[in-house]
């Protein structure tokens, strides 16, 4: 969690918050996905992928103003 919150300030001086936090959000989103499926093998109904598909944009999308 430190290393993340580090990383997250150092990438704030070259990219602008309004990208930055949505990419940040989305990003832990779409990894916790990734290992769901290579790692532990999970396999998303299409309902599934579609709820995570429109999460993933939701967040994108309530971040950029």
Known sequence: NQLSTRFFLQ??????APVAYPLTAS???LL???SDIFIWRKMFT???RLALLLLI?????????
């Open 11 to 16: 990438g704030l001086e070259t990219v602008p």
């Open 27 to 29: 990003s832990i989103v």
């Open 32 to 34: 916790s996905i990734l």
């Open 46 to 48: 299409p309902k599934q």
């Open 57 to 65: 944009a939701g967040i994108v999308l309530i971040n950029l103003r």
